[in-house]
């Protein structure tokens, strides 16, 4: 994909990753994702954040069709995640900069990806400006947003931020820009990006949500490091950023199971049955089915969520464990829960699924329930009982 313009002498110079699924080794990126990296032609030429190391000459061509590299003056690091800085001792090498911008954090973090001590690396603090020529870049500390050396570089002139993996979503496309797409397709993938990427920081983002208005700073274009580049609706992602980091939840429950011989499943729709007939959105999931990554996309609005194992070896299933380990590093705030699942003898899974939920935050209305072996028709009018119970707590908790 050439190099394209995306403001007067500003060219998005990233690499288009078509064929990724697996993202970081976590979480599926179900559209493929970008790496992008941003050029800016001025008295200094800057190249802002570079592409994962497996795509350094995407980056060098897409570069060497505007400049020689030997041109460039500075290298602004926004963050030094693999996918965006892999690349960078390749560059550094062709590029021979005068200067490398990034935080105090992103000076350590260079330091233990890279190990090396000749680079010109120049510290920039939270609010300072450096002067490209008829351009200033003014630097926001951003720091957990979503590791220690993130930052933001915001170029006044232009009124674009430069975003870094704030305000980004998996998506593969030719087409750079909102307004080129769907755009409830582009807020659901931002969505999904921000419950697997951001979610635990969310107080964070609220904080610098705040931040960023009392500046006062126009913004007329977002350039994320992922995926779409927001020109029209910038205001849109900002107030959907708010909304993901407030946690709004919708009268929605999520019902992720797995299960060996189907009995645990009879029973997570008979709860399901209970909870639609409530008026609740329902999604059900098996985890042979879906990724965890994906689960939590659903989850991510959504007041409760139904864990159901049958019990396998005195404890549940092991991609239940997966599962729960996933969503409680997330930090998902403000949730109802409940557990069940069918057994033979000992029956521990439904109590070891609620004490994860409880940990976690969960408050839990109804005790775990379990049924010995395959349920009859009373166990099942038990599960519609606790169904029946969850939609009222979900009324309560969301205003229904
Ligand atoms: C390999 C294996 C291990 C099991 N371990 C236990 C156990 O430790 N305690 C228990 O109560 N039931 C145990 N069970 C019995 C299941 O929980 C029981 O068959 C249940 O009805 C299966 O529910 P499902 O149809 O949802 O898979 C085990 C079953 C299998 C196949
Ligand atoms: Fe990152
Ligand atoms: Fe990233």
Not at 324 to 335: A, D, Q
Not at 349 to 368: S, Y
């Amino acid at each position: 994909m050439p190099a394209i313009e995306i403001k007067n002498n500003i060219y998005w110079v990233g690499a288009v990753d078509w064929n990724l699924k697996n993202f970081h080794g976590y979480a599926m990126a179900r559209r493929g994702t970008s790496y992008n990296a941003y050029l800016v032609l001025d008295d200094k030429i800057t190249l802002f954040d570079t592409v994962s190391e497996k795509f350094k000459w995407d980056l060098y061509h897409q570069v060497r069709s505007l400049v020689k590299l030997e041109e460039i003056d500075y290298i602004v690091v926004n963050h030094v995640e693999m996918d965006h800085s892999g690349a960078l001792p390749f560059m550094v090498d062709k590029i021979q900069p005068e200067k490398i911008f990034c935080s105090s954090m992103g000076e350590k973090a260079i330091h233990g990806h890279f190990h090396k001590n000749d680079w010109p690396l120049q510290v920039v603090k939270d609010g300072e400006s450096i002067s490209l020529g008829s351009r200033n870049v003014h630097f926001l500390e951003t720091r957990m947003l979503h590791w220690p050396d993130s930052m933001f570089s915001y170029i006044p002139q232009d009124k674009l931020l430069i975003s870094s993996d704030a305000f980004g979503q998996n998506i593969a496309s030719q087409k750079l820009f909102d307004d080129q797409h769907d755009l409830n397709l582009l807020l659901s993938e931002a969505r999904h990006y921000y419950t697997n990427i951001i979610l635990p920081f969310s107080p964070l983002v609220l904080k610098l949500l705040d931040k960023v208005q009392e500046a006062g700073l126009e913004i007329d274009m977002i350039a994320p490091d992922h995926g779409i580049i927001w020109r029209s609706h910038p205001g849109k992602i900002l107030q959907s950023y708010r909304e993901f980091a407030s946690q709004t939840l919708q009268p929605k429950a999520v019902l992720v199971y797995d299960t060996m011989w189907g009995s645990t499943e009879k029973m997570v729709k008979a709860v399901s049955d209970a909870l639609a007939e409530e008026g609740i959105d329902i999604r059900i999931m098996s985890l042979k089915s879906f990724h965890h990554s994906d689960i939590m996309g659903e989850f991510s609005d959504a007041a409760a969520l139904i864990c159901a194992s049958p019990t396998h070896n005195n404890g549940m299933l092991p991609l239940m464990a997966d599962f729960l380990t996933y969503m409680k590093g997330l930090k998902p705030k403000n949730r109802l829960g409940a557990t069940l699942g069918s057994y033979g003898w000992s029956g521990e899974a439904p109590a070891a699924m609620a004490r994860v939920l409880e940990d976690a935050g969960f408050e839990l209305p109804e005790k775990p329930l379990r049924t010995k072996f395959v349920p009859a028709h009373e166990q099942l009018a038990q599960c519609k009982e606790l169904g029946r119970s969850l939609a009222s707590a979900i009324k309560a908790r969301t205003g229904l």
